[in-house]
């Protein structure tokens, strides 16, 4: 499993890459789609949605457990994935590709700095 480089993670299990344009691509982990196990339902927010960092933006669904899935940064949502609404297996298969959830147009760019690099996630789900 390669992970992409320039990803960032909250403590509860999002990752975030940064765009050029001041959007953040949002999804979820590779642990926390191993700890989920196999998807089978993705509710992905409305693009226009306006979200405070660390408010329920979504919600994932697997045959053990549904878990919200937070913003890690404040903003406005500007696209989704509608791709893993259909195949919710695409976030187990690509977490941190093609099982990408939705887009944010960042509000505050310093809520970015007090994310996780690859090192403190790694120590995090040790």
């Not at 045959?63 to 406005?76: M, Q």
Request: aromatic fraction near 6%; charge should be negative; proline fraction near 4%.
């Amino acid at each position: 499993m390669t992970t992409p480089a320039n990803l960032k993670y909250t403590k509860s299990h999002e990752w975030v890459k940064q765009a050029a344009d001041g959007t953040v691509t949002v999804g979820i982990t590779h642990h926390a789609q191993e700890m989920l196990g196999d998807l089978v339902f993705v509710e992905l927010p409305s693009v226009g949605a306006k979200f405070d960092q660390g408010a329920s933006a979504c919600t994932v669904e697997s045959v053990k457990a549904a878990a919200d899935v937070y913003a890690p940064v404040g903003g406005e949502v500007t696209e989704v994935n509608n791709r893993v609404v259909d195949e919710p297996g695409v976030v187990n298969a690509s977490p941190t590709g093609d099982g990408w959830l939705f887009k944010i147009k960042v509000r505050n760019a310093a809520e970015l700095d007090g994310l996780m690099d690859e090192q403190a996630y790694g120590l995090l789900v040790k």
